[in-house]
């Protein structure tokens, strides 16, 4: 009986090794050894700047321009102005 409880053990055991053994070549999987970095397509390269305000005209008794951030339904003028100087449009 002990012989049998051994000889399970020790299959079980081997078993259970083998997959630890399974290599990896997937060059996409940061676990594998093969493992490539991807290149930063970004590198070299200034970042873009986007910076422009909104502003929405509130007439109460004149017009006045207001800088926010959404756009209110029923306004009717809305100004869209960039902040970088030389911007074409």
Do not use: H, Q
């Not at 060059?27 to 910076?51: F, I, L, M, Q």
């Not at 207001?66 to 102005?81: A, F, P, Q, W």
Request: glycine share 4%; with cysteine; proline share 6%.
């Amino acid at each position: 009986m002990k012989n049998l409880f051994y000889l399970i053990f020790v299959i079980a055991a081997v078993l259970s090794c083998s997959r630890c053994k399974e290599e990896c070549d997937d060059p996409t999987d940061p676990d594998c050894p093969n493992y490539v970095v991807p290149v930063d397509p970004c590198a070299g390269k200034t970042e873009v700047s986007a910076e422009f305000k909104i502003e929405m005209e509130i007439a109460f008794n004149g017009t006045t321009w207001y800088e926010t951030d959404e756009c209110l339904s029923g306004i009717n003028t809305v100004r869209i102005t960039s902040l970088w100087e030389g911007a074409s449009s």
